[in-house]
C-alpha cells in the first residue's frame, strides 16, 4: 500500500521560510512525477510544484523564483524549499505522486496523479 508522509509545515512570519518533506513508501516511482499541491479552504486543489524522473521541473506562476522543489528517487523523497513566504502562501499543502510519466512529462492537473499525503499546514503571518 502507498503511503506518502509530509513534514515541515508550521507557523513562519511573511518573508520567512519553512523547507516541506514528503516521503513515500510502499511502491516504486522510478518513472513517477513527484509534486506538491495547496488547497484553500472553499478552492480547488492548485499545483504548486513538481519533478519527473528525468529531472524535469515545473512551477506554477505564483511560486516561480521563490520555491524550490528537489527530490531523491532513491529514497522516494521530495522537498520543497519556500523562501520569502506570502500571506496568499498560507494554506495546506499537499505531497503527491503521478506513479508513471513516460516521458517525464510533467502534468499539473490534480487528476493525473495517483497518490496523495494526507496535508500539511502552512500559517504565515503579516
Known amino acids: 500500500q502507498v503511503q506518502l508522509v509530509e513534514s515541515g509545515g508550521g507557523l513562519v512570519q511573511a518573508g520567512g521560510s519553512l523547507r516541506l ?15 506538491w499541491f495547496r488547497q484553500a479552504p472553499g478552492r ?9 524522473w528525468s ?13 524550490t522543489i528537489s527530490r531523491d528517487s532513491a529514497k522516494n523523497m521530495v522537498w520543497l524549499q519556500m523562501n520569502s513566504l506570502k ?3 498560507k494554506t495546506v499543502y499537499y505531497c503527491a505522486v503521478d506513479g508513471v510519466s513516460l516521458l517525464g512529462v510533467i502534468r499539473t492537473d490534480r487528476s493525473a496523479y495517483d497518490y496523495w499525503g494526507q496535508g500539511t499546514q502552512v500559517t504565515v503571518s503579516s
Open 21 to 35: 518533506s514528503c516521503t513515500a513508501s510502499g511502491g516504486t516511482f522510478s518513472r513517477g512525477v513527484m509534486g
Open 44 to 52: 480547488e486543489r492548485e499545483f504548486v510544484a513538481a519533478v519527473s
Open 55 to 67: 529531472g524535469r521541473i515545473d512551477y506554477a506562476e505564483s511560486v516561480k523564483g521563490r520555491f
Open 87 to 89: 500571506a496568499e502562501d
